[in-house]
């Protein structure tokens, strides 16, 4: 498959919905999984965005101040070239509470995968053990960390979640590695809180689709 392809549900393996609520809107993209990489790897990639894509977050954030929304920044390179993942999250709250998991592809009982939240006992960003974890020129975006543009929420080594929340509307991104189709889903979920929520949306849901599809193509 060499092209974005847009369905219709949120694959039941995914953790985008754990300790959301109800999602009023939905999407997921999804294209042929690229082979031999870490969901870690495909997320660098992926948030490597175009310039335009770049412009376009830049005048969101500008949009979004009236909300009272926060913008997504982009951290600078370190030195190896890979984004600085030192920055902390505001809103790691959003992750699972329970530390329960879905079932994804290529997990068994006897091998279930392994999800961060913001409660377990995980090393923080910065901690030494976490820098020990993640080789030179490996990515690793541990749940607090930015990926690059908004906070990492939840993950596991198939699903890497990110999200932010507002005042006037929360939302998740996340990205999800299938080996059974094979297949990388990219799913948005979005709750509103009121019709400032709603309207702001309402202007920006074209653009987040063409967002969507032209990251995903840079993978293929």
Known sequence: MKRVEKIRTVPE????????????????????????????RLSAGFWQAPRWVDALMRL????????????????????????????????AGMANDNGRSSPIAGA???????TETANDDSP??????AQQSNPPGRPYYPVGSRAPYFSVVARNER???TGE???????RTSLLAD???PHLYCITAVRFHNRWGRLYFFFVKPFHRAII??????LL
């Open 13 to 40: 393996f995914s953790i985008i919905l754990e300790n959301f609520g109800p999602a009023e809107y939905a999407d997921t993209y999804r294209i042929a999984l690229p082979a031999g990489q870490s969901i870690d």
């Open 108 to 114: 068994t009982p006897d091998n279930p995968p392994n």
């Open 60 to 91: 969101r954030n500008i949009l979004v101040r009236p909300f009272g929304l926060q913008g997504g920044k982009k951290p600078e390179p370190n030195d190896r070239g890979e984004p600085d993942n030192s920055q902390s999250s505001p809103c």
């Open 213 to 218: 599809r032209a990251m995903l193509k840079r």
């Open 124 to 129: 923080a960003p910065g901690n030494s053990t």
């Open 165 to 171: 929340q507002d005042k006037h509307l929360d939302f």
């Open 159 to 161: 699903e890497i979640v």
């Open 179 to 181: 080996l059974a189709g």
